[in-house]
């Protein structure tokens, strides 16, 4: 749940970004990737579809994971087992 507040924060701080006056830069997720591991994201022309993944914007992937967390870990109702199988 906190990573859907997140990406809502963040989704919502690009809006802000590009109503604003001003040039207009949106905060991709090669760029979030450099700030949290320190070295550049891999991004070579031997997965191009690595190097389209690093130029979406953050929030995207940042929703997209907190929605695959809160499906994972949703509540479920408990199963009924039966302990002894009754014979018809």
């Known amino acids: 749940m906190?990573?859907?507040v997140l990406s809502?924060?963040?989704?919502?701080?690009e809006?802000?970004?590009a109503v604003g006056t001003g040039t207009y830069d949106s905060l991709a997720v090669g760029e979030v990737w450099t700030l949290l591991s320190g070295h550049p994201a891999p991004g070579d022309a031997s997965l191009p579809w690595m190097r389209d993944i690093m130029h979406l914007p953050a929030w995207s992937m940042t929703m997209a994971f907190g929605l695959m967390?809160?499906?994972?870990y949703r509540r479920r109702t408990p199963k009924r087992r039966m302990m002894f199988r009754?014979?018809?």
Do not use: E, H, K
Not at 8 to 13: F, I, K
Not at 69 to 72: D, P, T
């Open 86 to 88: 009754t014979l018809p």
């Open 2 to 4: 906190t990573v859907l």
């Open 69 to 72: 967390l809160c499906f994972a």
């Open 15 to 17: 809006g802000v970004m």
């Open 8 to 13: 809502v924060v963040m989704a919502s701080g």
